[in-house]
Structures are given as C-alpha cells and as structure tokens.
C-alpha cells in the first residue's frame, strides 16, 4: 500500500486514521477527502493533502484517485444507525451510493478497498453470545440493512471481479477526538465527557444491555493490520469479527468511579436506540480475525478509561 485515500476523512475514524496513516506512510502518501471544506476541519485534517468531494459523485472520485495515483481508499462514508432511522432513504442513498461509486471505481482502477461492516450488521435473530463470523443476519435497522448489503457486495466484487475488497465488523467505538455523533453506541463515548465535566451522566440505554466496545487505537490497528495482511491466509475476506470488549452501562459507569469517586449515573431510556442495542450482540467471537491475519487488541475497559479520562481532563481543562 503507496498512495492511500480516506474518503468520509472528518468522521470519528477518519479524524484519527488520516493522521495515523501519515505517520505509518508519510506525508505525502494519504489523501484525505470530505464533503467537508477545509475551514470547517481540524488542522491535523487539512494540514496535509485534502480534497472536497462528494463521495456521490464518482467522476469527482475519479479525478482524486488519478490525479494523487491512489492505489487504496477507506471508505468511511457511513450516516450511522440510531440517525439512519430518522432518514433511512437517506441512510440507504449515502451508505450504499458510497460504497457502489467506490467499488465500481476500485474494479476499473485496480484499487483495494477497506470498507467497515459493523456490530449493526446483526439482528435480533442473531446468537447474541459468542457471535460466530458466519451466522444468522437479519437486521432490523436500516444502518444493518445497508452494512450487510456491504458485506455481500464488497464479497461480490472479490469473487466476481477480483477487487481486493477487505474489511471488519467494528464494534461501537470510544474516542477523544471527535465525537461520533448518530450512533446507539454513542453513550459509552459521551460518558467520559459528562462525567468529567459534571460528574454525572444520565445514560440512553437501560442497564444490563451489552455490546461490543473498542478504544479508538484498537480501531486503527484493525483497520491498517487487515489491509496489510497476506491476503493468501484468508477464509474470509471482508466483515471479520474484531472485539475487544463488551460491557454494560453500570460497567463502565463503575469503571470511572475507579478513577473519578463522586461519579453518578442516572437513567432516561431512548426507546429507539434500546431497541436497536438490543437487536445487537453481546459480545462477537473473533476467532477468524485472530486466526486468519493476526488480530490482537491492546485496551480493556479499564485501561480505555483511564486514556480516555487522563486526555479529556488536559483537553476539556484548557478549553
Ligand atoms: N457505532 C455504530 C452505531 O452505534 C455501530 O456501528 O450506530
């Protein structure tokens, strides 16, 4: 991998993977590519190679990827799941305009192209425990509906074409740079913000409701390690289970009490976003990424909550 595109860069991954990718590659080797213009983004964005575009419009794509001789692109163009039920046409004309633009442009340029699947990508009808790679998927949510829709499609354009499609199932991701915004998972992100700077968070999902969670550096390893890996040891291909933990809310809500005593949780449950976690596991087995490319995660709860609190509370002090 040379010359990398991100496209949808300003989002809570693509924030964090442009300047992860320049430090792994260079400078001068990743393109980042928003609908965004440049004086709304962060200068880590916009400091090195950027490109407004409209990941809708292919020629536009096209132009990029001659123009910067780009040989693998992140999609990470995505509206996420508890947004996708307010505007689900929406949802659809986005996720898969995207990803339909990218593949056909990768099949014609030769490219690799990582796109992520996610937690999302299962329904109610799914083992919710030890969620095997291949299992029963049937998403009630028009985010799952469009990730599955992913999965078969980038499958397709490998089997059919050959396009060196790859990618994972994230689990909801925990970050301190930019806020995910839209997501049922989002309350394990906000958690730390609130309770930094009130000392309370009244959280959307009842307790007891599990799902996988990943640390933002956890996230970029899967997304580098799976599009470098030797591609002759896989079984599969694109959509592998990564996780690296699964909690519940009074778990993570015990997990900053460790490390900041006086916090309090409360609870003001939002029907949908209860409705969608609940469709989604547990906790994923994902023995095939171990097995298949290596995976292996750094963070657990605790060791995410204490990044997490030690860089908000430098960051939300000094502004
Ligand atoms: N974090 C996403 C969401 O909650 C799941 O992939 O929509």
């Keep these: 991998m040379k010359k990398i595109l991100v496209v949808g860069a300003s989002g809570q991954i693509g924030s964090e993977l442009v300047p992860e990718l320049r430090r792994v590659y260079g400078e001068d080797n990743v393109v980042a590519a928003d609908l965004k213009e440049p004086s709304q983004l962060a200068p880590t964005l916009v400091n090195g190679i950027y490109e407004q ?37 929406l949802s659809w004309k986005i996720n ?12 014609e340029n030769h490219l690799a192209l990582f796109t992520p699947s996610s937690i999302g990508a299962f329904g109610p009808t799914t083992p919710k425990d030890n969620t095997p790679q291949d299992t029963i998927q049937r998403p009630t949510s028009i985010y799952g509906v469009t990730k599955v829709t992913g ?4 499958d397709y354009y490998f089997k059919k074409y050959g396009v060196d499609t790859r990618g994972v199932r994230f689990p909801g991701i925990i970050s301190s740079v930019t806020l995910p915004g839209g997501g049922t998972t989002d309350y394990a992100v906000d958690i730390y913000y609130e309770a930094i700077k009130k000392g309370h968070y009244t959280c959307y999902i009842k307790p007891g409701t599990y799902m996988d969670m990943m640390y933002m550096p956890d996230c970029l390893k899967a997304a580098i390690d799976v599009m470098e890996a030797d591609s002759s040891k896989f079984i599969h291909r694109n ?81």
Aim: proline share 5%; net charge negative.
């Design 53 to 89: 575009a409209d990941a809708l419009d292919a020629p536009r794509l096209v132009e990029i990827i001659k123009k910067h001789n780009i040989d693998s692109v992140y999609n990470l163009v995505a509206l996420l799941s508890s947004v996708g039920e307010q505007k689900p046409q």
């Design 96 to 107: 898969i305009g995207a990803l339909v633009n990218l593949l056909e442009i990768a099949r």
């Design 151 to 154: 999965e078969l499609l980038c």
């Design 239 to 319: 959509c592998f289970n990564v996780a690296s933990m699964s909690f519940e809310p009074e778990q993570i809500a015990a997990a900053i009490k460790k490390v900041i005593p006086g916090f309090t949780m409360d609870y003001d449950i939002d029907p949908v976003r209860q409705g969608i976690a609940e469709s989604w596991p547990n906790k994923m087995d994902d023995s095939c990424a171990r097995a298949e490319w290596g995976w292996k995660p750094t963070y657990d709860l605790d060791s995410m909550t204490e990044d997490m609190i030690r860089i908000l509370s430098a960051r939300l002090k000094k502004a």
